[in-house]
T-cell receptor
Framework: GAGVSQTPSNKVTEKGKYVELRCDPI?????LYWYRQSLGQGPEFLIY????????DSGLPNDRFFAVRPEGSVSTLKIQRTERGDSAVYLC??????????FGPGTRLTVT | AQSVTQPDIHITVSEGASLELRCNYS??????LFWYVQSPGQGLQLLLK??????LVQGIKGFEAEFKRSQSSFNLMKPSVHWSDAAEYFC?????????????FGRGTSLIVHP
């Protein structure tokens, strides 16, 4: 079946602009995670949804970052007033069974 | 807080040689441990996981890992490496219950395979 998909695959934006990154989880997966992966690093947890609500957003670095999942499926990560330090690959993962996360290919964000 | 150390940034092996990628963790309780592989442009794929029981865990693609509590290690192994195994490998430790599992990843080890 279809895996986790993320759009766009690449996004280049100017410093100060607003961006939205989209994640389509595997159908029926109730939990959804966002991670940020900087160059040469492992994924870093940002936020976790169980259904429509954010169960844990402790990884969001500041209030410029926000994520929603209004219908419990698709999620959007929103970044306001982007900074060059936000450049990274943003990964999404979904799961149904405990501990079995399925990752999407990521969105590479470049802030110029 | 939990942490994961992958001491080797790069590992180079010849095709057909054996492989061992090191992972050390820091966590106060019994950890849930994972190895993931990431190929260029791809998402992370789970290779194997350890929760409890037998300390030698079998995974996909011929990989296995051994949990050693006394050494706080969970090293990944493969007896014979194939060129297609060239990728980035991440060790992770998970905390929380299955419903709220939040993993902490190491920085990764890049595997280079020579023909």
């Amino acid at each position: 079946g279809a895996g986790v998909s993320q759009t766009p695959s690449n996004k280049v934006t100017e410093k100060g602009k607003y961006v939205e990154l989209r994640c389509d989880p595997i159908s029926g997966h109730t939990a959804l995670y966002w991670y940020r992966q900087s160059l040469g690093q492992g994924p870093e947890f940002l936020i976790y949804f169980q259904g429509t609500g954010a169960a844990d957003d402790s990884g969001l670095p500041n209030d410029r970052f926000f994520a929603v999942r209004p219908e419990g499926s698709v999620s959007t990560l929103k970044i306001q007033r982007t900074e060059r330090g936000d450049s990274a690959v943003y990964l999404c993962a979904s799961k149904l069974a405990p501990y079995e996360q399925y990752f999407g290919p990521g969105t590479r964000l470049t802030v110029t | 807080a939990q942490s994961v150390t992958q001491p080797d940034i790069h590992i180079t092996v010849s095709e057909g040689a054996s492989l061992e990628l090191r992972c050390n963790y820091s966590y106060g309780a019994t950890p849930y441990l994972f190895w993931y592989v990431q190929s260029p442009g791809q998402g992370l794929q789970l290779l194997l996981k350890y929760f409890s029981g037998d300390t030698l865990v079998q995974g996909i693609k011929g990989f296995e890992a051994e949990f050693k509590r006394s050494q706080s290690s969970f090293n990944l192994m493969k007896p014979s490496v194939h060129w297609s195994d060239a990728a980035e490998y991440f060790c992770a430790v998970g905390t929380g219950t299955g419903g709220s599992y939040i993993p902490t990843f190491g920085r990764g080890t890049s595997l280079i395979v020579h023909p």
